[in-house]
C-alpha cells in the first residue's frame, strides 16, 4: 500500500474531516500520529520531549503550528553561505 502524509495543521485534535493525516491501523480503522511520530516527521532529534504536563491536544497543536527543522536549517546554511559570498 502507499502512504501519503498532507499537511498537519494545529487543528488536528478538532476535526476528524478535515484536520490532517491519519495512519492506517489494521482491521479498516485508522489512528492519528501521535505527537512524537509527527515531531520525528518533522526533523525534531529523537531527545526533543515535550514536558510532562502537556496534553495530548496541545502537543498536537504546538506541532501543527511548527516546521520542519530540516528546512529551516537548510535555509539559514544557504543564507550563511549566500552572506560569506558577498564578503
Known amino acids: 500500500p502507499q502512504a501519503k502524509l498532507i499537511c498537519l495543521t494545529a487543528g488536528y485534535a478538532k476535526s476528524l474531516r478535515a484536520s490532517g493525516s491519519f495512519v492506517a491501523a489494521g482491521n479498516q480503522r485508522a489512528r492519528r500520529l ?5 515531531a520525528r516527521l518533522l526533523g525534531f532529534s529523537k531527545e526533543f520531549r515535550f514536558p510532562e504536563h502537556l496534553d495530548l491536544k496541545a502537543a498536537w497543536r504546538l506541532l501543527g503550528n511548527s516546521v520542519d527543522v530540516r528546512a529551516i536549517s537548510f535555509l539559514l ?3 550563511c553561505l549566500s552572506r560569506q559570498g558577498q564578503r
Open 77 to 79: 546554511e544557504t543564507i
Open 34 to 38: 501521535s505527537p512524537v511520530e509527527i
